[in-house]
């Protein structure tokens, strides 16, 4: 597959204009980076899949992914840190679902997304 190339030396001005006046900033391309890389681990992933399909406990996560519930408690609280899942105790039982619908959505587009 030949790769496409500009051949030109113009610059379009207005276009490269109005693009930079839209730039989110620095700090916000920090934070994107730091989101999506929660999501660069295997492990946070399936945790991730699995809470899109149902709200889950450590022991559950745990059971589901054949690892421990020391492990799977550090990869939740990464994922609680970088705010995309949420937590509920009920008694002595801590569930754990995803915090909102736009990582539910972000999840289900890029399973899409991979699976085109």
């Known amino acids: 597959?030949?790769?496409?190339?500009?051949?030109?030396?113009?610059?379009?001005?207005?276009?490269?204009?109005?693009?930079?006046?839209?730039?989110?900033?620095?700090?916000?391309?920090?934070?994107?980076?730091?989101?999506?890389?929660?999501?660069?681990?295997?492990?946070?992933?399936?945790?991730?899949?699995?809470?899109?399909?149902?709200?889950l406990c450590v022991c559950d996560l745990a059971a589901l992914l054949n690892m421990s519930k020391s492990a799977i408690s550090h990869q939740l609280n990464k994922l609680k840190l970088n705010r995309l899942v949420d937590s509920r105790r009920d008694g002595k039982v801590v569930f754990y679902s995803l915090i909102d619908s736009h990582i539910k959505m972000i999840i289900e587009s890029g399973r899409e997304h991979v699976n085109e």
Do not use: G, Y
Not at 5 to 21: G, L, N, R, Y
Not at 30 to 43: G, I, N, Q, R
């Open 1 to 55: 597959m030949k790769e496409l190339q500009c051949d030109c030396d113009a610059i379009h001005s207005e276009t490269v204009k109005m693009v930079t006046s839209l730039m989110p900033s620095d700090r916000e391309f920090s934070l994107l980076e730091t989101f999506f890389k929660v999501f660069a681990d295997k492990t946070r992933s399936k945790i991730l899949w699995a809470l899109d399909v149902s709200e």
